[in-house]
């Protein structure tokens, strides 16, 4: 079985400030695992992912997550926030084979302050 | 653009009614799962069809229930409605199973309102 935990459901930064989100999965198998973002009454847009190879993954938006195994972690960082930064992000994770379904965390509301 | 078209947008009903949800995917994608998205419950996943084939099951009620046509486009069914049953509901495709990455991409979501 598999799942997600997401560490703090709202977080605030300044603008400018260092943006860290953090995922915790479980996974018996090793996981693929993304990470979307939800801007208010849209759909979820993928930030980035992580199936094999480099840990170090970027995304878009100057977003990047490290696939740390040793940990079972997958945080999101952003080097300096933007106020378009302020949105849900989501943490998923997927098996590598089977259903590929996602299993979600429940969710991290990042809030930019000015 | 994620691809992803859901209609309708918004969907306001009474309890105990039953309304039908609908998803066209990316063009080429043969996988199409729905989600349930609500306060107290998050994101959920409820089921995964595959070429027209039911492949995963989730936390979906008896009530709901889904479908995938031979044009790829699903459904989802959602009978005798509850107060409790007012969420966001999403659509997502990806290209489906063999062994490659299965990006799931969303589309922005029906909002159910069951009054």
């Known amino acids: 079985a598999q799942s997600v935990t997401q560490l703090g459901s709202h977080v605030s930064v300044s603008e400018g400030a260092l943006v860290l989100l953090r995922c915790n999965y479980s996974s018996s198998v090793p996981p693929y695992l993304f990470w979307y973002v939800q801007y208010p009454n849209q759909g979820l847009q993928l930030l980035l992912k992580?199936?094999?190879?480099?840990?170090l993954v970027k995304g878009i938006n100057g977003f990047e997550a490290e696939f740390k195994k040793s940990e079972t972690s997958f945080h999101l960082t952003k080097p300096s926030a933007h106020m378009s930064d302020a949105a849900e992000y989501f943490c998923?994770?997927?098996?590598?084979?089977?259903?590929?379904?996602?299993?979600f965390g429940t969710g991290t509301r990042l809030k930019v302050l000015a | 653009d994620s691809g992803v078209t859901q209609t309708p947008k918004h969907l306001i009903t009474a309890t105990g009614q039953r309304v039908t949800l609908r998803c066209s995917p990316r063009?080429?994608?043969?996988?199409v799962y729905w989600y349930q998205q609500s306060l107290d419950q998050g994101l959920q996943f409820l089921i995964q069809?595959?070429?027209?084939?039911?492949?995963a099951k989730g936390n979906i009620l008896e009530r709901f229930s889904a479908q995938q046509f031979p044009d790829l486009h699903s459904e989802l069914n959602l009978s005798s409605l509850e107060l409790g049953d007012s969420a966001l509901y999403f659509c997502?495709?990806?290209?489906?199973?063999?062994?490659?990455?299965?990006?799931?991409?969303f589309g922005a979501g029906t909002r159910l309102s069951v009054l």
């Open positions: 063009s080429g994608d043969l996988s």
């Open positions: 998923a994770v997927s098996a590598p084979s089977g259903t590929y379904k996602y299993i």
């Open positions: 992580y199936t094999t190879g480099a840990t």
């Open positions: 069809y595959y070429n027209g084939e039911e492949r």
């Open positions: 997502a495709s990806s290209e489906g199973g063999g062994g490659r990455v299965n990006i799931q991409y």
